[in-house]
C-alpha cells in the first residue's frame, strides 16, 4: 500500500493544515493534541472535505489533485472511515448496516466479517439496543465490507471504558491479521498505538511534526 | 347528510388528496435543496415558496387565474396545444390547492432533511454509495416521520382552502363544489342547517389530519 499526500494545503480556524507525507506501512497511528487537524485530515483522504491545494495518491490512482480541480467522489474512492461517533444508520438492524457497503460477496467476506468480529448473536438486533462496544465491531465490520483500500479509523476506542477498550483491542489486531487491509489509526492512547501500529506520527496544528 | 353532501366531502377529499401527491415530488425536491446545499438563488426560491402563505388567498388565486387562464401564458399554451382548459374545473380546484399547500408542505420536509445528520450520508458516501442512493436508503427513511407530518399538514391545509379557489374555479355546483365552497354558499342563501352539517364534517376532517400530523411529529421528536 501507499499512499502519498503532497502539499495538502486547507485553512482551518485556527491554523492552516499543511501536510506532505508517504505512507507505506500497514498500521500508521496519528496522534497529537485535540484539535490539530487529524480528523480534518482522514476526512481529507476519504473525500468528505476538499483540501485548498494539494495532491493525494493511493497506490498510484489520484484521488484528489486539487491544482486540476480533481476530486474523487467518496463513493469510487474505496477508502473506508470509522469516525468517532461510529454514524451507524439507526433505521437499519445490525446485519442491513454490516451489508450496507457490500457489493459482491463471493468469497464469504460477511461470514468471515461476522465470525472475525464476533457478530453472529448481533445481525438481527436493531442499532439502538447495542452496548458501546457492539457498535464499536459493527461500525468496523460495515467498514470492511465495503473492501476499503485502506481504514481510517478516528480515536475508534475513545468512548469506551478501559474494560471495554480491553476487550476491542484485540479485534483491531484480528482485523489487522485476517484482513490486511492498511490502516491509519488515530488515538491518544500510547498503548495502543504502540501495541497495533507499525510507525505513529505526530501531529500539532496542522502540521505532522515527527514520529 | 344527504347524498350531494357526501359527494361534496368526497370530491373535497379527492381534490386534495390528489393535490397532495402532485406536489410530494417538487416539494420533497425542492425541501431536499433547501435544507442541503447553498446555492445561488436559494434566498429567492425560499421567498417564492413561502408567498402562498403571507399572501392573500384571493391574491394567490388572481395570480393562477390569470396564469391558467386561456389568454394566460400556461393556460393559452395548454388550450392551444392539448385543447385543455384549465380554469373553472376540477383541475383548477386541484392547482389552487397544490398551490396553497405547497409551503406547509416544504417547510416541514425542509425541517425534517435538516433532522438527519449529515455525518451519516457522509458515511453512507465512503461506503461506495452515490448521492442519489444515499438520499433514497438514508436521507428519506430517516426523514419520513417528518415527511409524512408535512403530507398531512399540507392535506389539512388543502381540505380548508377557500380563497384561491373560488377565484380559479368559482363555485360550480357538482364540479368545483368544495367543503369550504359548499358552507359559503350555504350560508350566503341562508340555507344555515346545511351550512352546520358541512361544518361539522369539516371540524372532524381537520382534527383527524391536524392530530395525525402531530402524532407523527411527536414521534419524531421522541426519535
Redesign the interface.
Known amino acids: 500500500m501507499s499512499l502519498v499526500l503532497e502539499n495538502i494545503v486547507l485553512p482551518l480556524a485556527e491554523f492552516t493544515l499543511e501536510v506532505d507525507l508517504k505512507l507505506t506501512a500497514a498500521v500508521t497511528g496519528l496522534t497529537g493534541p485535540s484539535g490539530a487537524g487529524k480528523t480534518t485530515l482522514l476526512e481529507i483522504i476519504a473525500g468528505l472535505r476538499r483540501p485548498q491545494q494539494g495532491s493525494i495518491r493511493l497506490d498510484g490512482e489520484k484521488l484528489t489533485d486539487a491544482g486540476a480541480r480533481h476530486f474523487l467522489a467518496p463513493e469510487k474512492r474505496r477508502v473506508g472511515y470509522v469516525p468517532q461517533d461510529l454514524a451507524l444508520f439507526p433505521h437499519l438492524d445490525v446485519r442491513a448496516n454490516l451489508c450496507y457497503g457490500l457489493r459482491h460477496d463471493e468469497g464469504g467476506l460477511l461470514e468471515k466479517v461476522i465470525e472475525v468480529l464476533e457478530l453472529p448473536t448481533l445481525v438481527k438486533r436493531s442499532i439502538a439496543g447495542l452496548s458501546g462496544g457492539e457498535k464499536q465491531r459493527v461500525a468496523l465490520g460495515r467498514a470492511l465490507l465495503a473492501g476499503p483500500r485502506i481504514l481510517l479509523l478516528d480515536e475508534p476506542l475513545s468512548n469506551l471504558d478501559d474494560r471495554l477498550k480491553g476487550k476491542i483491542l484485540p479485534y483491531l489486531h484480528r482485523i489487522r491479521r485476517e484482513f490486511a487491509v492498511p490502516m491509519i489509526y488515530v488515538s491518544h492512547s500510547k498503548a495502543e498505538l504502540g501495541g497495533l501500529c507499525d510507525e505513529v506520527l505526530v501531529m500539532r496544528e496542522g502540521r505532522i511534526q515527527g514520529s | 347528510m344527504l347524498p350531494e353532501d357526501w359527494q361534496i366531502v368526497w370530491f373535497t377529499t379527492w381534490v386534495s388528496a390528489l393535490s397532495v401527491v402532485l406536489i410530494i415530488p417538487p416539494g420533497l425536491a425542492v425541501a431536499w435543496l433547501l435544507a442541503r446545499f447553498r446555492w445561488p438563488g436559494k434566498s429567492l426560491v425560499e421567498t417564492l415558496v413561502a408567498l402562498p402563505l403571507v399572501m392573500p388567498p384571493v391574491a394567490t388565486g388572481l395570480i393562477l387565474l390569470k396564469l391558467l387562464g386561456r389568454r394566460g401564458p400556461l393556460g393559452g399554451w395548454l388550450h392551444q396545444t392539448f385543447g385543455v382548459d384549465i380554469v373553472f374545473s376540477a383541475a383548477a380546484v386541484v392547482a389552487a390547492l397544490a398551490v396553497m399547500s405547497f409551503p406547509l408542505l416544504v417547510r416541514s420536509a425542509r425541517t425534517a432533511f435538516e433532522e438527519v445528520?449529515h455525518?451519516?450520508e457522509?458515511?453512507?458516501?465512503?461506503?461506495?454509495?452515490?448521492p442519489w442512493n444515499v438520499f433514497w436508503?438514508?436521507s428519506l427513511?430517516?426523514a419520513r416521520r417528518g415527511l409524512a407530518a408535512g403530507v398531512v399538514l399540507a392535506f389539512a391545509r388543502a381540505l380548508g382552502e377557500f380563497g384561491a379557489t373560488i377565484m380559479v374555479a368559482g363555485f360550480i355546483m357538482g364540479k368545483t363544489t368544495t367543503l369550504s365552497l359548499a358552507i359559503y354558499q350555504s350560508v350566503q342563501t341562508g340555507d344555515d342547517s346545511h351550512a352546520l352539517r358541512l361544518l361539522a364534517v369539516c371540524v372532524v376532517m381537520a382534527f383527524v389530519a391536524l392530530w395525525a400530523s402531530e402524532k407523527l411529529s411527536r414521534r419524531r421528536e421522541c426519535?
Open positions: 445528520p455525518r451519516l457522509d458515511i453512507a458516501r465512503t461506503l461506495g454509495h452515490g436508503t438514508i427513511p430517516l426519535g
